[in-house]
């Protein structure tokens, strides 16, 4: 099941309507962006709402890690920053 599979069901189950932006972006020809998943496997960029729904669990899980390990670096890189000020201070 896609995305955009779930995302109708849900609107008739729950009855509600699809938000405006979310529907234009499921409908486009050209979504923006931000709904672009770059596919390792496929080489290319897919549209997340054509992506089942496992498949995408997995891609945010892997967007999430590489967000922590940049954050991780980049604390890394001002502590680093902060005990060469130190050591200068101290010279």
């Known amino acids: ?6 995302i109708y069901m849900e609107k008739l189950i729950h009855k509600r309507e699809i938000p405006a932006d979310i529907l234009y972006q499921m409908t486009s020809d050209s979504p923006d962006e931000r709904y672009m998943y770059y596919s390792k496997s496929q080489e290319r960029l897919v549209n997340i ?21 940049f954050n991780v670096k980049s604390n890394a890189d001002e502590r680093i920053a902060k005990i ?3 050591l200068e201070e101290a010279v």
């Open 1 to 6: 099941m896609t995305l955009r599979d779930y």
């Open 49 to 69: 709402f054509d992506m089942q729904v496992h498949h995408l669990a997995r891609a945010f899980a892997n967007i999430n890690e590489q967000k922590h390990i």
């Open 84 to 86: 060469k000020n130190i």
